[in-house]
């Protein structure tokens, strides 16, 4: 079956099996390897895109249900010459060890600023409503879907305070 | 993943007419496509009702809401609505998943989703949710999740849903697409079926029908109101227990009390004696424990499962403490607030 959908800004077509998962079409067939395959079940949030603005995991979603929609991934948000905030950040508190889960983190601080921005409470919040700082523990909490084995925690988590700051 | 026949529903009508047949809905298919991928679950065919606009938004209802089926987990807890008149529904929603899967995973679809007992996932091992008449592997196996009430020889398994929990403490009702294109309301209390010799056969859902929206009735007033969840690690975990307390207070007595728990049952579990236990008293530890002691005495554990007991008996008076506004929530505990 074909489906035509926009990446990165790009009208795309994609000709795929009923089965094919969002995160195998980016990989497989338009060559965008950015975004990982971990888990494949939505654990880990290696496969984290921008579905229509919003954050989820690719390797959850059916190619065939997402026509016509907007698809950003980590090739969408800066280049090696031009990093964005978020990957300059990354580079300067040196935010990964192997670097594996780097664009899921990314992609996921991208739109977990946005959530910010529009005022949506976490589960670590102390009201659910006005502003919330976004202190440690609410990065930690926002961040949840997105593991590192590593563990370079601590490092994600400054890097995204910083680029924070830089944005606001 | 077995190979499936995929057709996207261009009306409700339309859905309808393709269930049967080893068909299944798919909206969100958060946990569906985990299901498919490990072929727990192998529908012939996938019908797809993520973009009927009738199912999407939410509106107001009387005094109360009316929650689209399609509503994401995201945009139900962040509605500036639900946030101040049903701080619990959004409370119970944030405590669950990541932000990834809140923003796919679907109101219906939560309600509808299975169970996360490790024997329903490992297809080498028995099952009788999966494979009616298997055995219960779960049954002298291991299982520091599983249920503690309303489970029977033939299943074990917890309801894994968080927002389920809140929507019974707020007594919600399913709104239902009958097979013969009627509407029927199930409140959510009633939804789900206890395991007994049957545990594929989960809820009162008929073969044929689709839940078209949640319907919340108006807040009670003065309602102050807890969710309380503790599990595993600090986030993206499944409740070992959860306790939801809508309190409403009188003259500094306990006026009116809705209690559910989750992770403890098959469904979100609820007991009228504890809450009976509560109403009219005044708020303390005394009257908190005697209502704890009423709801952890019915338990049936597993080996695996007795900390359950002591667990959520203290999660419970922790609750009812903050509820009542005998403790301060603390920063990272949900708080407890007045609906204007």
Known sequence: MRTRLTVNGEPREIEHDTRTTLLDALRDQLGLTGSKKGCDHGQCGACTILLNGKRVNSCLCLAAMHEGDEVTTIEGLGSPEALNALQKAFVAKDGYQCGFCTPGQIMSATAMLEELRAGEPSYASASLEGDMPLDDTEIAERMSGNLCRCSAYPLIREAIAMAAEVKS | MRD?????????DAAAGQLGDGASIIAGGTNLLDLMKIQVMVPGRLVDISRLEDLKGISEHGDGLRIGALVTNSELAADARVRSGWPLLSRAILAGASA????KATTGGNLLQRTRCPYFYDTAMACNKRTPGEGCAAQGGVGRMLAIFGTSEHCLAAHPSDMAVALTALEAEVEIRAADGGTRLVPVRELYRLPGDRPDLETVLEEGEIITAVRLPAPLPRTRQVYKKVRDRASYAFALVS????????????AAVSLAFGGVAPRPWTDPEAEQALIGAVPGDDAFATAADALVAQASCHPDTEFKKPLLRRTLIAALREATGLAESAAATPTTRTPA
């Open chain 2, 243 to 254: 306790v939801a307390v809508a309190v409403e207070m009188k003259d500094e007595r306990i």
């Open chain 2, 4 to 12: 499936f026949e995929y057709s996207r529903a261009e009306s409700l």
């Open chain 2, 100 to 103: 990834q899967i809140r923003n």
